[in-house]
Every structure is written in structure tokens, then in C-alpha cells.
């Protein structure tokens, strides 16, 4: 899982109060979790998607256990459809030790298409790091394994405040046994936090009624950029939101996308290319990641960054559980669209002769379906479909 070399961790950078570090290798990310697991002193509370029975997910079980030895509480909630493979019997240790454990599995009926996507790590109310990265081996592999690519960010400083409050409320709708759509809106709307709180502002996705603050922030930003950078492992809109990021292209501004070109969901990466085709038209740049498999979702639009758990698709724009941190500084969108080109030199660049050359009618009936399934089914089930884009 490690090489043995010291792995890429960025410098911290000042953010309204706030100390912020993106942390790109999976080596430096696996630490940096680990470290933050150590250094609490009162209370942890993480939250997962996919929390695998690996050496990775052995090695911060056994920090947890370490942190209940010394007196640390620790809350532990995983989504119970994306951790289906992981047995009940790994997280016994947990239990009999005294953690707070739940794992999240949706009745049937409307919940049931709940996922809770989010990633939050919490050390006491002073530390955090969040991003798109799951508790597995391949999430914490070095650049050239060739598994996930992903982006982690850690936060220190007066902005845990309001997610420690966040994650609170929503552990007890999580393992309340009535928990309802109209328990979780209500829950939601009274969590938000204020729009002028700052150079840091928390959003959270969801089954809302309208669209949710994630969706609604960053369908605002998108009307109003000149200039739009995004790294996004799943690039499936909805047709409104595919426009407000292709008319960034359309009205003269930049528009860069760099997505997938190899996934362990053929299907998602079908969908995206099925949306080349308007995006190029009009101007804007699509890239193909080509080292490894992508997983990362960031976007620089203007001044502002987003880094967090939501794909730039319709499960994640209207319906999983997503929190997502959007940071208004200029300083900190320049390095971040650092970043992004830097990301480029592993890219290939999709050309509308190339988009063409590919667009047969028998990939354009794939990429038409890919968008189709990946939209309506949970990308659990997806990737395992054989669609013949292997």
C-alpha cells in the first residue's frame, strides 16, 4: 500500500482563521487520517460511505480502538448498501469496546434510495478532514498502483464548529428508527448554515423538496463564471446543469473538464462522453485522466473552490446525502488551479476529430444507456453491469 517514500503533503494555507491542507496522495491521506484519529483528545466522529474489511480499514479500526483505550468517545457511522461486503463480524472489536457504531441501511420504499455518500473525519471540535476518498486500500494506494485517484482536504480552525454540529444532528436521524424524507428536510434545513458566514461556507446535498444548498450554491456560481476548472470522477448532469457549466464555454468564458478515462464503472464513463459532444461546440476543454482510475471531485469556479464528496451527476446533485465546502478566496482558487494543470500533463486532451472518430452509433446507443442507468440505478449496481465499454 506504501511505497516506502515520503508522499506529496501540501503546505497549509490561511483561510479566514482557517488552516487548510489539500492532501492529493493516497500514502499522505491514509496518515494525515490516522494522525487525526491519534491526536484526539475527547471525541471522534467519522462517517463513510465504504468502510472495507482491508489492512486499510484494519489499521483505523485498531487507531479507534487505541483512542476508546484512552479514553477518547468515538462515533462510527458507514452506509450500510455502499459497506455491504464489510461483515458485521470486522466491527465487533468496535462495539465490544463501547463505540457508538451504526451502520445506515435504508428501508425500502422511498429511503431506500438514500446513500449516504458523504466522508467526514472530526477530531474533537478543532480538527476535520473530508473529500471523496473511502476508508480502502485503493483509496490510500500511491500515484502509481493505478487505483483511485483522489483529493483530501483537512480543516482546522473555527469552521468545525458548525460541522460538528451537523454531523450531530444528523447521527441521531441516521439512527433514529422512525427517521423519515420529511425528518431528514427538516433536519437539513434547520443545519444550514448562514450564506454570509464567511470565507468558508458548508453545503449540504439531499432529497430537499427544491434543489439543496450544495446544488442551488454551485448552480449560482455556474450562471455567473467566467472561468470554471472541474475534476470530476462522474460527469452526468441533469440537462439544466449541464448547461449552466457549458454556457461558462458558451457565453466566452474557460471551461476545463478533466474526467475519466478508465473507471471500475465502464457505464459512468460512457455517461460522460455522451455530453462531450455540447461541451466542445461551444468551446469549452475535455480532458481524460489516464494514469489511474479517477475519483476525485474538484472545482475552481472564479475565485471559488469546491472540494468535497459530490460527483458532478444527478445522484449527487439531487438525491445522495453530500457535504461539500465551498471557499471564497482568491489565494487559495489560484493554488488549487495549480493543481489542475499540473493535472493535465496526465491527461488526454479529447479533440472534437477525436470525439467524432469515437461517436459511432453503436457507442452513441452505449453512451445513451450508460447515462441512462448510471442516472436512475446506484452506482453499486451499475459497475456491475456489462454495457461493452470495457
Known amino acids: 500500500m506504501d511505497d516506502g517514500r515520503p508522499a506529496r503533503r501540501e503546505a497549509p494555507l490561511e483561510v479566514d482563521g482557517n488552516r487548510l491542507v489539500p492532501i ?6 491514509l496518515r494525515a487520517l490516522l494522525a487525526l484519529i491519534e491526536s484526539a483528545h475527547s471525541r471522534i466522529r467519522l462517517y463513510y460511505y465504504i468502510f472495507k474489511a482491508d489492512a486499510t480499514g484494519t489499521a483505523v479500526r485498531e487507531a479507534l480502538l487505541d483512542a476508546m483505550n484512552r479514553g477518547v468517545r468515538v462515533s462510527l457511522i458507514v452506509d450500510g448498501f455502499g459497506s455491504s461486503d464489510t461483515p458485521a463480524s470486522f466491527f465487533a472489536p468496535l462495539n465490544e469496546a463501547g463505540c457508538e457504531l451504526c451502520r445506515f441501511v435504508p428501508r425500502f420504499g422511498r429511503r431506500y434510495l438514500l ?13 476535520a478532514i473530508i473529500g471523496g476518498f473511502n476508508v480502502a486500500d485503493d483509496y490510500f494506494a500511491p500515484h502509481e498502483a493505478g487505483k483511485w485517484r483522489d483529493l483530501g482536504l483537512e480543516v482546522r480552525g473555527p469552521a468545525i464548529g458548525w460541522l460538528v454540529t451537523y454531523y450531530d444532528s444528523l447521527d441521531r436521524w441516521v439512527r433514529s428508527d422512525n427517521a423519515s424524507f420529511r425528518a431528514l428536510r427538516r433536519m437539513m434545513a434547520e443545519a444550514l448554515p448562514p450564506a454570509s458566514g464567511g470565507a468558508l461556507r458548508w453545503l449540504i446535498g439531499g432529497p430537499t423538496r427544491r434543489l439543496s444548498p450544495w446544488a442551488r450554491t454551485v448552480k449560482h456560481d455556474l450562471e455567473h463564471a467566467g472561468r470554471a476548472d472541474m475534476i470530476e470522477a462522474y460527469f452526468s448532469p441533469s440537462r439544466s446543469m449541464f448547461k449552466r457549466a457549458r ?32 461541451l466542445l461546440k461551444h468551446g469549452a476543454e475535455v480532458y481524460e485522466y489516464l ?34 465546502l465551498r471557499i471564497e478566496d482568491a489565494g487559495f482558487a489560484a493554488h488549487m488551479r495549480a493543481f489542475f494543470e499540473s493535472e493535465l500533463a496526465d491527461c488526454e486532451r479529447i479533440t472534437p476529430e477525436l470525439h467524432k472518430a469515437r461517436a459511432t452509433w453503436l457507442n452513441r446507443v452505449r453512451w445513451t444507456l450508460s447515462w441512462f442507468v448510471v442516472n436512475v440505478m446506484d452506482y453499486t449496481v451499475t459497475r456491475r453491469l456489462n454495457l461493452g465499454l470495457d
Request: glycine content about 8%; cysteine-free.
Open 24 to 29: 492529493v496522495e493516497g500514502p499522505a491521506r
Open 291 to 324: 494514469p489511474s482510475l479517477l475519483h476525485m471531485k474538484l472545482m475552481i469556479i472564479d475565485d471559488v473552490t469546491y472540494v468535497g464528496s459530490a460527483n458532478f451527476d444527478i445522484r449527487s446533485l439531487f438525491l445522495n446525502m453530500e457535504l461539500m
Open 115 to 127: 446513500r449516504n455518500h458523504q466522508k467526514i473525519a472530526i477530531a474533537d471540535d478543532r480538527a
Open 247 to 278: 454556457n461558462v464555454a458558451k457565453r466566452g468564458g474557460s471551461l476545463r473538464l478533466i474526467t475519466a478515462q478508465r473507471s471500475d464503472n465502464a457505464a459512468t464513463v460512457g455517461a460522460a462522453r455522451l455530453l462531450y459532444g455540447g
